[in-house]
């Protein structure tokens, strides 16, 4: 295994590109697997909130494995986080509404079934988004003295960790109410491809992690870190965002890249806490405030109107450039 590293390293400046096709492959193959899995018990919603943020979300808990072990500048992983959730909530939302539209609750009419179905998954989305602006501004509390520390941190792990109960029972009662039951086998297959890819994850970004930390480009240098991890770690969810939202899968787009962001905030944060205190700037406090906020839009057009109308589209992305000017010009 060590000689397809050390034969990339060998290619100099080929390096760095190559490590983030591994990465890019690693994640595509886990979201390939992890997309299997709605064939045999995890389903529409559920694979969103329950299984595929661990997929896009992974490498963000590798990255804060990986800072925790070579000491790198706490403020680093705050950064990661907001950037990856602020670019799900803005941008990897309002593209797929800007080009076909999101509709949660389909314009065609349904079976009474199905519209049953569809009125359920709206209601678990409108769940999954209070609970990401939830966690924004505990975080946003937890921080007003500019710091986060071990105590701060085992909240945050703690609140996660009961969030992700209530969707194991969720799932599990419906599966018995459709009398249906997790496949063995092919969920040991499916784990078994999710860890290589997460082998190869972890290899990717490690590299990639020191070569920025050493890096003397203009951009591309340790200063940076967070913003270009954040990029990074976010393609995964414009891969996921992209495809269900041409196939028209709304309810998916959403559940996943909010979802995305639980892994982010309160998960890694709070992990990363519990080893070393993160400092907190006040430019990364405005970035929670705008999680925030974009929680509360989402929810409203998820809760009221059942869809994310296209002019929207344009209003998020229009946010994400705001977010970026304001990070990194303003």
């Given at each position: 295994?060590?000689?397809?590293?050390?034969?990339?390293?060998?290619?100099?400046?080929?390096?760095?590109?190559?490590?983030?096709?591994?990465?890019?492959?690693?994640?595509?193959?886990?979201?390939?697997?992890?997309?299997?899995?709605?064939?045999?018990?995890?389903?529409?919603?559920?694979?969103?909130?329950?299984?595929?943020?661990?997929?896009?979300?992974?490498?963000?808990?590798?990255?804060?494995?990986?800072?925790?072990?070579?000491?790198?500048?706490?403020?680093?992983?705050?950064?990661?986080?907001?950037?990856?959730?602020?670019?799900?909530?803005?941008?990897?939302?309002?593209?797929?509404?800007?080009?076909?539209?999101?509709?949660?609750?389909?314009?065609?009419?349904?079976?009474?079934?199905?519209?049953?179905?569809?009125?359920?998954?709206?209601?678990?989305?409108?769940?999954?988004?209070?609970?990401?602006?939830?966690?924004?501004?505990?975080?946003?509390?937890?921080t007003r003295d500019g710091r986060v520390d071990f105590f701060e941190g085992l909240v945050l792990v703690g609140l996660f960790a009961f969030w992700q109960c209530l969707h194991v029972i969720e799932v599990l009662k419906h599966n018995v109410r459709n009398k249906r039951s997790l496949n063995p086998v092919r969920l040991l297959v499916d784990f078994a491809a999710v860890g290589v890819g997460a082998w190869a994850l972890y290899v990717s970004i490690d590299w990639l992690v020191a070569w920025l930390s050493t890096a003397k480009g203009s951009f591309f240098n340790a200063s940076n870190l967070g913003w270009l991890s954040g990029w990074l770690m976010v393609a995964p969810n414009a891969m996921l965002a992209l495809y269900y939202g041409w196939r028209g899968r709304a309810d998916i787009v959403y559940s996943s890249q909010v979802g995305d962001g639980h892994i982010c905030i309160p998960l890694g944060v709070g992990i990363y806490a519990l080893f070393a205190p993160i400092r907190v700037t006040a430019d990364l406090q405005d970035g929670l405030v705008l999680l925030a906020g974009a929680s509360v839009v989402h929810l409203l057009f998820v809760s009221v109107l059942g869809q994310m109308p296209r002019w929207m589209g344009f209003v998020l992305i229009g946010a994400y450039g705001w977010f970026l000017y304001r990070g990194l010009i303003g």
């Open positions: 295994m060590h000689d397809w590293i050390t034969n990339i390293e060998g290619t100099g400046m080929w390096a760095a590109p190559l490590f983030t096709i591994v990465f890019l492959v690693a994640s595509f193959l886990m979201i390939w697997r992890l997309n299997a899995m709605t064939e045999y018990g995890f389903e529409g919603t559920a694979v969103g909130t329950l299984v595929m943020p661990y997929c896009s979300g992974l490498a963000n808990l590798i990255f804060v494995f990986v800072m925790g072990q070579r000491g790198g500048a706490s403020e680093e992983v705050l950064t990661n986080a907001i950037v990856n959730n602020a670019t799900n909530l803005t941008l990897l939302i309002g593209l797929p509404a800007l080009l076909w539209g999101m509709h949660v609750i389909p314009t065609k009419r349904a079976k009474k079934r199905e519209a049953d179905q569809h009125r359920l998954n709206r209601l678990s989305l409108a769940l999954t988004i209070i609970a990401a602006g939830f966690f924004a501004g505990v975080l946003w509390a937890l």
